[in-house]
């Protein structure tokens, strides 16, 4: 940041980026406008790994495991973005590629209203996609 602005604060995340049918699945919390993958904060002393099945299970109903073989949770790296809903705020997000089980059906939950599945090849999207979302999904060869 330039001139004499503090720092903006970091908040400790972890994001699900999930995927089937070539989808990714994008989810927004009640009373904002930005979708973005599943997750949310990393808790004092918790593990990014059990922060993610954690936040799997309470936003959208799923149990992982992450010992299951073939490997259904695999580490992306971390990444930083602005945060989209705490302004002054950037994330560092701690992503997994997740691979839910056979048979989920994922549905909102918690602080969660809404839960779609984007296509990431799509030119343009109808929904206003999160700065670490737009990150993640072009990583992966969509577009912006």
């Known amino acids: 940041m330039t001139g004499t602005g503090a720092a903006p604060a970091v908040l400790r995340i972890?994001?699900?980026?999930?995927?089937?049918?070539?989808r990714f699945l994008l989810v927004r919390k009640r009373g904002t406008q930005a979708f973005m993958q599943v997750g949310g904060k990393i808790e004092p002393g918790e593990e990014?790994?059990?922060a993610l099945v954690r936040e799997v299970a309470?936003?959208?109903g799923v149990l992982l495991d992450p010992g299951a073989?073939?490997?259904t949770v695999r580490p992306l790296g971390r990444f930083t973005?602005?945060?989209a809903n705490e302004p002054g705020h950037v994330v560092d997000a701690?992503?997994?590629e997740v691979d839910l089980p056979a048979g989920s059906d994922p549905q909102p939950q918690a602080e969660?209203?809404?839960l779609v599945w984007v296509d990431p090849a799509a030119p343009v999207t109808p929904y206003p996609i999160a700065p670490l979302s737009l990150d993640l999904i072009a990583r992966a060869g969509g577009v912006r």
Do not use: M, T
């Open 14 to 22: 972890v994001a699900a980026v999930v995927v089937r049918e070539g």
């Open 48 to 50: 990014p790994l059990a």
């Open 58 to 60: 309470e936003e959208i």
């Open 69 to 71: 073989v073939p490997a």
């Open 81 to 83: 973005a602005e945060a």
């Open 94 to 96: 701690h992503a997994f």
């Open 112 to 114: 969660l209203e809404d």
